[in-house]
Nanobody, 126 residues
Framework: QVQLVESGGGLVQAGGSLRLSCVAS????????MGWFRQAPGLEREFVGA????????YYPDSMRGRFAISRDNAKRTVYLQMNNLKPEDTALYYC???????????????????WGQGTQVTVSS
């Protein structure tokens, strides 16, 4: 079973940027749709965006579009989340995930996920 390890989280001031990375084990990374989610204390896990197997297509919900960008390097078995102009409300634990559903131009839910990473904390100070 694939394992995911995120990194790149930390403390950043509002308006700053961070790039999260997620490295997958195994040899089948290029066959997975990959997603990013986040969860703030007391709130449900929230879909941030997803990227198709080839990396040519990405989807973000309206609330995430414009400041967040997902990319992947299949040779390195790595998916990235670039976050710009961060706001205090972006503070959360960020998770990468293997999506077990086919690619779609729409939102995925936690029920669509087969594997989660352990999460990496992002804290944005005002």
């Amino acid at each position: 079973q694939v394992q995911l390890v995120e990194s790149g989280g930390g403390l950043v001031q509002a308006g700053g940027s961070l790039r999260l990375s997620c490295v997958a084990s195994g040899r089948t990374f290029s066959t997975y749709v990959m997603g990013w989610f986040r969860q703030a204390p007391g709130l449900e896990r929230e879909f941030v965006g997803a990227i198709a197997m080839t990396g040519y297509s990405t989807y973000y919900p309206d609330s995430m579009r414009g400041r967040f960008a997902i990319s992947r390097d299949n040779a390195k078995r790595t998916v990235y989340l670039q976050m710009n102009n961060l706001k205090p409300e972006d503070t959360a634990l960020y998770y990468c995930a293997v999506v077990r559903q086919p690619w779609k131009w729409g939102t995925y839910s936690p029920a669509d996920i087969s594997t989660w990473g352990q999460g990496t904390q992002v804290t944005v100070s005002s």
